[in-house]
């Protein structure tokens, strides 16, 4: 198991920035294709965009493209999610995810194995 811990969340007005950090407990973390969910009231978890183990390929959600980016840094055990022109709708807790079996990275909930405690996102319009 990885016990992963988000932080960065905030209120910030529409059209500005945060980065999300999510650091592993784990030196295996190196290994494991990462993600970023994020849930808003009502609605059911989403995926926002995952990296593979060696950061060479990222997918994003289409909501997300040309606005935020993932990366990592495998020797600090660490995932980040840079949050840019940020929107009122972008509004959600965001969760960190590791897949600890797939290579490709994954868009559901069910294919990733350990989960972070979520950092809250607020945008202000």
């Known amino acids: 198991q990885v016990q992963l811990v988000e932080s960065g969340g905030g209120l910030v007005q529409a059209g500005g920035s945060l980065r999300l950090s999510c650091a592993a407990s784990r030196r295996t973390f190196s290994n494991y294709a990462m993600a970023w969910f994020r849930q808003a009231p009502g609605k059911e978890r989403e995926f926002v965009a995952g990296i593979t183990w060696s950061g060479l390929i990222t997918r994003y959600a289409d909501s997300v493209k040309g606005r935020f980016a993932i990366s990592r840094d495998n020797a600090k055990n660490t995932v980040y999610l840079q949050m840019n022109s940020l929107r009122p709708e972008d509004t959600a807790i965001y969760y960190c995810?590791?897949?600890?079996?797939?290579?490709?990275?994954?868009?559901?909930?069910?294919?990733?194995?350990?989960w972070g405690q979520g950092t809250q996102v607020t945008v202000s319009s």
């Open positions: 995810a590791a897949d600890r079996v797939n290579q490709a990275i994954a868009a559901i909930v069910a294919a990733y194995d350990d």
